[in-house]
């Protein structure tokens, strides 16, 4: 089964950016599709983004689209969030996943493994 570790979170002011890493261990991201989803404190999980191993085709929450942007290393041990444009409603634990398929992480909320999460906190 392969590990998670997800690693950039911090507080940053609106409008700022943060760049989210999540880093595989045991196997390699490519029999997974990989994604992010965030809780936020009273808030049920929500799917942000995914990406599927098999052809590189991503997927984003309408909250996010054009804003953040999902990617992953050639070795394909490193998957990476870049958010931009942040606000407010974007504070909450990110946790990076792995699934089967987009669907299964994005919309059903499962999940083959899951990262420990790191906290993104946009304030003034």
């Known amino acids: 089964q392969v590990q998670l570790v997800e690693s950039g979170g911090g507080l940053v002011q609106p409008g700022g950016s943060l760049r989210l890493s999540c880093a595989a261990s045991k196997f390699t991201l490519d029999n997974y599709a990989v994604g992010w989803f965030r809780q936020a404190p009273g808030n049920r999980p929500e799917g942000v983004s995914c990406i599927m191993s098999i052809d590189g085709t991503t997927y984003y929450t309408d909250s996010v689209k054009g804003r953040f942007t999902i990617s992953r290393d050639n070795a394909k041990t490193t998957m990476y969030l870049q958010m931009n444009s942040l606000g407010p409603a974007d504070t909450a634990v990110y946790y990076c996943?792995?699934?089967?398929?987009?669907?299964?992480?994005?919309?059903?909320?499962?999940?083959?493994?899951r990262g420990q999460g790191t906290q993104v906190t946009v304030s003034s």
């Open positions: 996943a792995a699934a089967r398929t987009c669907w299964q992480l994005l919309v059903d909320g499962e999940y083959t493994s």
